[in-house]
């Protein structure tokens, strides 16, 4: 299809892009307005106020901000989804380096029986896993959403970033080889400054699976406040009775909006990966 | 050539996935192991804590475990393997393997037989030169047809099955889900793909940003899917809306129906961007030449559409319509934040929104039937296991890893 369409077929395009446009958009938009009503009510019984702002108040968010452990909540997200980066990028890479480079036997066996491993839903294994970190004393605490998240990460990343280092040409490191470069050398100054681009992907994705989880985060960490995360916290307010919708709606904004920015940052990566297949990267 | 080979190589090797095997081993391969051993033993409300001298449970039970010290042990009777073995797996199985359930399964793929026939008939025609019937219409018989069994025979098989036990109700729902689910996702995501594609749209980028949204807002599922259980409420946007034109609206997420189809709807709306993604990024692969030769030849949109397009963006697909329906069949998210699982007849009855991951969470975390739910836990791990294994094989995903 090169050639521009009709001038009717080009207006029921638009049509249809305009109503799916305010279909994906609306519940979000509807949200932002939420949050700038005056009182608790999310609903609105003037209609006019559903789709226009009619008035607009900043105290949801001043609430929200400091009169809550609010912003307690978003810091503890932060921090979990920061060491979940960290953690992340240093497992994966080397795993994925591992696999890429060197040719031993199981090599594809193990990739393999990770994705099958990986079929596991985490939700399944998350009465053994509260286990094993009660075990551990590391239940109710940072850490061991920290290594639960890292774990949940693995499987596609490895796969994605194996993919990756795959498409660098190898030439270079057997020039270092010659060089009496060893395997950590040509890991660390070789291949991993050329895999940025999947590296950033890697990050994000860890960032994203330690920011937006909602099981794990109620689960291994259900009290007190002051330790809880930003988005089950946020869902906490809403089965209260009484629930403070616009305080709510205030945190959806401060929560959900970034997340959304950083979705949008991963969309191009995503759209060349996939293609290839999926986790093939 | 320091640590590329012999003794120190697969000491490196060993030094670089270390990590990665000790993750896997504590947080997937053990919590398999243990959920495993536990479909095996009555482990439930009553049963809480176990035996450390009996059985396996002083090395796999973390309970039993020397430094575990604040273990809070002596409470209620501790549980036992089951008598007969395989009696958590009868419980969650039910009354399938008994003549009513076959008979009720059977039932329901008979009805489905012709569309694998028309299927059949296609494929032979496709073989051969020329074609008696042009393809849509043996499609569309065959679909009239399973359809009319259904209407016929359809409910009272379906009814018959979901009485078997919880485990047909719920994998039955789920499926269903999928299999409404994942055609309608796809069929919105190749409109959208194709109109964001077509040759000089205004905003192309502005358009293709807009409608990713809502797969951005996927990702925080359990919060952007309150917002639209607050559309559907009593007094929701919906209900306000129909007032105007003096339609009382139903109470939505009370009618079992209703709220199976919304969570479709919601579920449709988080994830046909994936697949407008997906189907853009084959689009964009397809070299401009061909549709220049099918225009010199005079070739229609429609034409191109089903001679050129569709199949060249066939092979891209296969593996995002498998991730997705994977994905599907594991949906938890949204159906927690919207219904819950319900609406449902009666306490302990799986309600009309209750599929697999709702179950298992319910039953784990609410109701502590830790045997049963991890008999159950079992059989979708099997399920799961093989078709993350058939696609692969399918997708040939695996490629890479062989070379």
Known sequence: MISPPGRLMRIVQMVILVLMGIVALYPIYFTILASGRPGQSLYTFNLRGMFFPTTWTWDNFRVMLLETPFPVWVKNSLVVASATTVLSIVVVTSAAFAFSRFSFRGRSFGLVLMLGLQAYPGLLSLSAITMILTAFGLYGSHWGLILAYTTGTLVFSTWNLKGYFDTIPIDLEEAGMIDGCGPVQSFLLIALPLARPALAITALLGFLAGWSDFVFASSLVPAPDSMKLAVPALYGLSSNLGVPWGQFAAGFCIVVIPTIILFLYLQRFLESGLTLGGVKG | MVGWSGRRKALTILAFTFPTIIGLVIFNVYPLLLNTYTSFTNNNKFHPYPDCSAGLNNIIEPYCWSFFTNAPKGLGIPFTIVEPLFKNYQTILGGLFTAPGVLSILTLIGCLLPILIAYQVDRRFERGLERSLPSSLVWLAGIIVSLLLLWLFGATAWNKMIDTGDFMAVVAKTIL?????????????????????????????????????????????????????????????????????????????????????????????????????????????????????????????????????????????????????????????????????????GAGVPGSTEFVMVYAYKQIFQLNNYGTATAFATIIFIFLFSATLYSLRMTQMTKGATA
């Open chain 2, 177 to 345: 889900f999928v299999v409404l689910r994942v055609p309608i996702t796809f069929v919105i995501g190749l409109v959208m793909a194709l109109i964001v594609s077509s040759p000089g749209l205004p905003g192309k980028t502005f358009w293709r940003v807009v409608l990713f949204i809502p797969w951005a807002a996927s990702s925080v599922a359990i919060l952007t899917s309150l917002v639209w259980q607050f559309f559907f409420r009593e007094n929701g946007t919906i209900n306000q809306l129909l007032s105007i034109f003096n339609i009382k609206g139903p109470v939505w997420l009370a009618d079992p129906l209703y709220a199976f189809g919304i969570i479709i709807l919601v579920d449709v709306w988080y994830s046909y961007p994936f697949f407008m993604i997906a189907i853009l990024g084959a689009i964009s692969s397809i070299s401009n030449d061909v549709y220049e030769a099918a225009e010199i030849d005079g070739a229609t949109y429609m034409q191109e559409l089903r001679n050129i397009t569709l199949p060249l963006i066939r092979p891209a697909l296969l593996p995002a319509i498998v991730l997705t329906s994977i994905t599907a069949f594991q949906m938890f998210g949204t159906v927690w934040a919207i219904t819950q699982g319900g609406p449902t007849k």
